[in-house]
């Protein structure tokens, strides 16, 4: 098994290398110009591991959402990497990315609820649980409003971890959910390493896709959609 992802949905890029039970992963610190560098990490990555792209199984992405450019760019990239190659795509959550890495922080809790920021005073947010081989699964759709409208579902199990920088930017969030947060916790961003691990399970399962079918998840453009509708 040989899988490579890739996330730029952030301010946070990154790209990762599973092979086997191996991971391999690079990231640049925060900022600017993903565009400018994916790629490069893609070639240091591979080389490192000396393997091609065409020997690879899938390639995996951070699908969002996030940043409308970020999550457009990582999805081009993927297409056009996986295009060339013949490989089959495999789309990943970044909140779900996100919220493995808070499970994997919390060794006790079950459940974690994650909030990105989405700009516009609202941000990004879903619930997700521990899987039976310690992966995160969706318990619920993923949702993009105001601060107010994050909840807990009521079947969720605890205890309930929060993750994610709409935390840091809205403290209140935390506080009527009755969670506490480390300053870790509420800064996490999604990362490659995460999402090739996520990817694996989708992988095995049959859920990998075309490249053409690799498409960005932006939520804020879906419910503009559900409105005019």
Partial sequence: MKILALD???ENCSVALLIEDALLARELPPGPGHSAHILGLVQVLLAEAAVSLSD??????GRGPGA?????????VT???AYGAGLPV????????VAQQALDLAPAARSVVVCNDARMQEVYWA?????????ATTAGPEQVGHPDTVQL???MPGPVA???????????IGERLGLTLSPAQAQLLPRAREIVRLAVPEWRAGHSVAPEQAIPVYLRNDVAKRSRK
């Fill in 153 to 155: 579902p009521l079947e």
């Fill in 127 to 135: 619930c997700a649980t521990r899987g039976p081989t310690g992966l």
């Fill in 56 to 61: 690879l199984d899938c390639i995996a992405f």
């Fill in 79 to 81: 297409q056009g990497l």
């Fill in 8 to 10: 730029t949905a952030t």
């Fill in 90 to 97: 495999v789309a990943v959550s970044d909140l779900l990315a």
């Fill in 162 to 172: 929060g993750a994610g920088r709409g935390f840091a930017l809205w403290p209140s």
């Fill in 68 to 76: 409308f450019t970020g999550v457009r760019l990582a999805a081009s």
